[in-house]
């Protein structure tokens, strides 16, 4: 079975950004998860990171047994649910699951060949982050609350850190440099 890559990190630190940069490289697949809240103006077109549906869809989708986890994060209202391998889309390349350090035991329980890498930035970067995408000011301040336990909690788990305190750019070609030690990748796709 094809070893998974599990990208971990706290809100707001350039999880996404900086997977937008090495899909747009090649060879990786991203395994997109479920929500009930709605996309931010950025989350649109194939490029998106969650498939974004109503609450009565995710509903039907768990009672069929789609999702192998499901969460709700930070006391917030809405669900995340990341469905089982046989329903991901297997265009080939690495598999790519973001999620967060804490759903890390339900990763154990349904893989046995992954590697996590954890991005990181600065605190103050993130809170502005969050800011400038227009979240609400009490979901910043429950997702600041827990930013160094869950940057600990990834560290815990993660077999490489990255610090994405400069452009995505650079950390998704660090990320990448690793990615062909680790995978086997040998070379860079065109």
């Known amino acids: 079975m094809t ?20 899909r747009a490289r090649g060879g990786m697949q991203l395994v997109s ?5 709605p996309a931010r103006s950025y989350e649109q077109g194939a490029l998106a990171d969650h498939v974004f ?8 989708r768990e009672r069929q047994g789609y999702f192998m986890a499901t969460t709700s ?5 809405y ?6 391998r046989r329903h991901w889309d297997d265009t080939g390349g690495l598999p790519v699951i973001m999620l967060r350090s ?21 605190r103050e970067r993130v809170a502005a982050h969050m800011r400038y995408r227009q979240e609400e000011e009490g979901d910043i ?28 750019r650079d950390t998704a ?12 990748l040998r070379e860079c796709p065109a």
């Open 102 to 122: 804490m759903l890390m035991p339900e990763i154990v329980r349904h893989f046995k060949a992954f590697h996590v890498y954890q991005i990181e930035a600065p």
């Open 3 to 22: 070893p998974v890559l599990i990208i971990v990190g706290p809100s707001g630190v350039g999880k996404s950004s900086v997977m937008s940069h090495l």
């Open 33 to 37: 998860t479920w929500t009930t809240r």
């Open 53 to 60: 549906v109503d609450d009565e869809t995710f509903d039907e």
């Open 73 to 77: 994060l930070f006391g917030l209202r």
């Open 141 to 168: 301040g429950t997702r600041l609350e827990l930013f160094s336990r869950e940057i600990a909690a990834g560290r815990q788990v993660a077999q490489r850190c990255f610090d994405n305190d400069g452009s995505p």
């Open 173 to 184: 070609e660090a990320i990448w440099r690793c990615l062909r030690e680790d995978f086997s």
């Open 79 to 84: 669900r995340y649910g990341l469905p089982h």
